[in-house]
């Protein structure tokens, strides 16, 4: 059983900067691609950012060149550096990782961090 847990949201202001955590449980962070996902008020949830097991990243068109992602495998911790952020960015953001293992497809979720950009 793998195990989410976000942290680092809050109230920022426009042009300033924050950074996300997210520490997994389990032995299965280091094999495995993380991403960021965020859901706005009466939004649908859209894909943020995604880092692989490599180290290579992708980025939605919204956010490239502002946040940055990483991830720390010795300490099972999945970040998201926020910077320049805008009022539009405001959401809950969760971080996921799905897998596949003998056959199963496997799609976990944190509980999300709220994240609010003032104007």
């Known amino acids: 059983h793998v195990q989410l847990v976000e942290s680092g949201g809050g109230l920022v202001q426009a042009g300033g900067s924050l950074r996300l955590s997210c520490a997994a449980s389990?032995?299965?962070?280091?094999?495995?691609?993380m991403a960021w996902y965020r859901q706005a008020p009466g939004q649908q949830r859209e894909w943020v950012a995604t880092i692989t097991t490599g180290g290579s990243t992708l980025y939605a068109d919204s956010v490239r060149g502002r946040f940055t992602i990483s991830r720390d495998n010795a300490k099972n911790t999945l970040y998201l550096q926020m910077n320049s952020p805008k009022a539009e960015d405001t959401a809950v953001y969760y971080c996921?990782?799905?897998?596949?293992?003998?056959?199963?497809?496997?799609?976990?979720w944190g509980q999300g961090t709220q994240v609010t950009v003032s104007s």
């Open positions: 389990g032995s299965i962070f280091s094999s495995n691609n």
């Open positions: 996921n990782t799905k897998f596949s293992r003998i056959g199963t497809r496997y799609d976990y």
